[in-house]
């Protein structure tokens, strides 16, 4: 089946330490975003990539990472920088930059303590 | 900027209950609009869409009118299930790959 998947569905770090969420699509999509969701919030967006090799900032990019290497990954590295990375990351892919609706991935708990 | 303003929750309703989530919106341009649905620990689903005014978006019984002149997409479920619980985004998108999100609706349908 066609999707999205980000792995691992839980993640545990130690504070200081960088760590990268996956996130990997078979849909043939062009564009791909990262967005962080906190407890009875929305969703904010950290990166996007409308194409390979191309990515620009979100409204909360301080203390992330992303690379677009290959059109189906778009891996997130939370780095030491980043000030409260508990959260729950979603990733999401749409077919081009035409396209309006969003596909999401099932989402990673990241807890660092 | 753009942003969406969400009905607060959290709503709770009886089986085969009327729902109503409101919805507005600001933006600059002609936004599409979406209703996304999240059930406990998964990402977002699409759950309908509109894309110019007066259209109406539709799914598995769900609602929902593009209304420019109140700049408003609220949604309608004429009688929820408890398989309806979950929580439910608004969203808009006037450039293509940046959506702005409202804060979320949860709703919870008891039997």
């Known amino acids: 089946d066609g999707g999205i998947t980000q792995s691992p569905k839980y993640l545990f770090r130690k504070e200081g330490q960088n760590v990268t969420l996956s996130c990997e699509q078979n849909?043939?999509?062009?564009?791909m975003y990262w967005y962080r969701q906190d407890p009875g919030q929305g969703l904010r967006l950290i990166y996007y990539?409308?194409?390979?090799?191309?990515?620009q900032k979100g409204d909360i990019a301080e203390g992330y990472s992303v690379s677009r290497e290959k059109k189906e990954s778009f891996p997130l590295t939370v780095t030491s920088a980043q000030k409260n990375p508990t959260a729950f990351y979603l990733c999401?892919?749409?077919?081009?930059?035409?396209?309006?609706?969003?596909?999401f991935g099932p989402g990673t708990r990241l807890t660092v303590t | 900027g753009n942003s969406v303003t969400q009905m607060e929750g959290p709503v709770t309703l009886s089986e085969e209950a009327f729902l109503t989530i409101n919805c507005t919106y600001t933006?600059?341009?002609?936004?599409?609009l979406f209703w996304y649905v999240q059930y406990p620990g998964e990402g977002l689903q699409l759950l309908l869409k509109?894309?110019?005014?007066?259209d109406k978006g539709s799914n598995k019984g769900f609602e929902a009118t593009y209304r420019k002149e109140t700049t408003s997409f609220h949604l309608e479920k004429g009688s929820v299930q408890v398989s309806d619980s979950a929580v439910y985004f608004c969203?808009?998108?006037?450039?293509?790959?940046?959506?702005?999100f409202g804060d979320g609706t949860t709703l919870t349908v008891k039997p």
């Open positions: 999401a892919s749409s077919p081009s930059i035409e396209s309006y609706e969003q596909y």
């Open positions: 849909l043939n999509h062009d564009a």
């Open positions: 990539s409308q194409i390979v090799n191309d990515f």
């Open positions: 933006a600059t341009g002609y936004p599409s």
């Open positions: 509109a894309t110019k005014a007066d």
């Open positions: 969203a808009l998108n006037t450039n293509a790959g940046k959506s702005t």
